[in-house]
């Protein structure tokens, strides 16, 4: 996979030179190039932002190197190394929540585009002008603003190429997870048994694999349930049967009726 990134501070990429992500790249896994918009500026204060039309405060990133940068970074012509056009990216507190299967889907993609807004974003036009020749996805983490889109990237990065051929070595890791299965993961344990007065839960030392099976997806239900009622009400009909449902009203969740009913 090739990833290309835009900032105002390529600086903030520090951290893609350590762990995994730095054995991908140099493996050739992945392919990624940070940019530094101010290349694309010609002005001799280099400048990216300017005042917003219709008024307020703050200043919105001006189109011009935007459009420089994506025309350099995303050419109309094929590449000579057969690339097609990339994906483009945009994490901001406006887009569409990312999500595991989203990293699923950009695993999928042979070149993503990041652009990293700061101040109160792009201009809109950016965004429409890329449109009109590749994919643009704005992209958001969760309800809260950060400074800019540099952090929300590396989270984004780090979701995908996990999910990259190669880059886990245990291959089975990946479907027992939070969230791959629409539910919270059981709590996790390993040695000493007894720590600081805290036992392991007997079941997970008992050998017996039925009773521990069902220990953790009842654990599951229950954390989902306390912690996420949002993921409760989004399973399908057929994800609850009725030994879930027993768990759950065991441990005092009303569950609603109908569309959970197994
Ligand atoms: C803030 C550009 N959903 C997390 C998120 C992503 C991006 C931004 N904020 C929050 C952001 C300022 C400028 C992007």
């Known amino acids: 996979m090739r990833v290309d990134i835009v900032s105002i501070f390529p600086e903030y990429f520090a951290p893609l030179d350590l762990s995994l992500i730095a054995k991908a790249r140099a493996n050739g896994t992945l392919r990624l190039a940070v940019h530094d918009l101010r290349t694309w500026t010609h002005d001799v204060h280099r400048t ?6 219709g008024g307020g405060p703050g200043m919105v990133m001006r189109p ?3 459009g420089e940068a994506l025309d350099a970074l995303a050419p109309d012509e094929l590449s000579p190394d057969g690339h097609t056009l990339p994906r483009l990216l945009v994490p901001s507190p406006a887009g569409v929540p990312f999500t595991q299967a989203m990293a699923h889907e950009l695993a999928g ?3 993503l585009l990041f652009a ?29 603003v950060l400074f800019g889109g540099e952090v ?21 890791s ?17 040695k000493p048994s007894s720590w600081r007065g805290h036992e392991v839960p007997e079941v997970l030392r008992s050998g017996d ?32 049967d009725k030994r879930d449902r027993a768990a759950l009203e065991r441990g005092g969740f009303q569950l609603p009726p109908g569309d959970v009913a197994k």
């Open 209 to 240: 694999h039925g009773r521990i099976a069902r220990w953790r997806r009842d654990e599951a239900l229950l954390r989902t349930a306390d912690r996420r009622p949002d993921m409760i009400a989004a399973l399908s009909a057929e994800s609850l």
């Open 48 to 53: 990216v932002d300017d005042t917003p039309y």
């Open 109 to 111: 993609e042979s070149h």
């Open 64 to 66: 011009e190197p935007w």
């Open 174 to 190: 990946l479907d027992e997870e939070s969230h791959a299965h629409g539910l919270l993961e059981a709590p996790m344990y390993t």
């Open 116 to 144: 990293c807004g700061r101040y109160e974003g792009i201009d809109q036009r950016v965004l429409e002008h890329a449109a009109t020749r590749m994919r643009v996805t704005e992209v958001s983490l969760g309800d809260y």
């Open 152 to 172: 929300a990237v590396l989270v984004i990065l780090e979701a995908v190429t996990r999910l990259l051929p190669g880059v886990l070595g245990n291959a089975g």
